[in-house]
Nanobody, 117 residues
């Protein structure tokens, strides 16, 4: 059974840091391109960061470049998002996504991140 489970969300003050984790099960994690997305009510889900399967090449949305870092540990089937210098506009539900061959796409249930003083 395929599972994608995010954790690590919560309340953080502006300028603070938070690390999100995403554990995958039921599929070959190392074969999948992994990404983080976020969504606020009334808006479309947006891509935050992506990391390739084999070489771990990362790419970021302009809004988070220089503040967020995506990484993966294939031995632990885990994806991370290190969020530094967070801003109120980073408040959203953050989703983990796994994309593989043959259009296989798996989403997690999301974790809430709230940036507020």
């Amino acid at each position: 059974q395929v599972q994608v489970v995010e954790s690590g969300g919560g309340l953080v003050q502006p300028g603070g840091s938070l690390r999100l984790s995403c554990v995958g099960a039921g599929f070959i994690f190392s074969d999948f391109v992994m990404s983080w997305h976020r969504q606020v009510p009334g808006k479309e889900r947006e891509l935050v960061a992506t990391i390739s399967s084999t070489y771990g090449i990362a790419d970021y949305a302009d809004s988070v470049k220089g503040r967020f870092t995506i990484s993966r540990d294939n031995a632990k089937n885990t994806l991370y998002l290190q969020m530094n210098n967070v801003k109120p506009e980073d408040t959203a539900v953050y989703y983990c996504c796994a994309r593989g061959a043959f259009s296989r796409t798996y989403w997690g249930q999301g974790t809430q991140v709230t940036v507020s003083s």
